[in-house]
């Protein structure tokens, strides 16, 4: 599975943003899917998290009502819309995809994408 995350970009806090996501040469419909950020000297972390249903989804407490994932097995997509950004939201933003159809652990995650920027200012 290949992944590739599209989106990202530099906005004012309060605006909104969508990442996209599209994956290739696998089975889209049987993964789970997941969006990571990681900022400077920080560890990666989960943002929000999509079983290969789309019946169940988690986020972060940092992003709950502000972020919203999505996944549309026909166009092979996920989706992560953004909005109220905070210049804490900021970070290099990774897509996941797990084979075992969900979960809320780094860790699990089969495959990456390749990270896309997303900065907030003041």
């Known amino acids: 599975v290949q992944l590739q995350a599209s989106g990202g970009g530099s906005v004012q806090a309060g605006d909104s943003l969508r990442l996209s996501c599209v994956a290739s040469?696998?089975?889209?419909?049987?993964?789970?899917m997941g969006w990571f950020r990681q900022a400077p000297g920080k560890e990666r972390e989960v943002v929000a998290v999509?079983?290969?249903?789309?019946?169940?989804?988690h986020y972060a407490d940092a992003v709950k009502g502000r972020f919203t994932i999505s996944k549309d097995n026909a166009k092979n997509t996920v989706y992560l819309q953004m909005d109220s950004l905070k210049p804490e939201d900021t970070a290099v933003y990774y897509c996941?995809?797990?084979?075992?159809?969900?979960?809320?652990?780094?860790?699990?995650?089969?495959?990456w994408g390749q990270g896309t920027q997303v900065t907030v200012s003041s």
């Open positions: 996941a995809a797990v084979r075992s159809g969900y979960s809320t652990y780094v860790e699990s995650y089969d495959y």
């Open positions: 040469q696998g089975n889209f419909n049987s993964l789970g």
């Open positions: 999509i079983n290969r249903y789309s019946s169940f989804t």
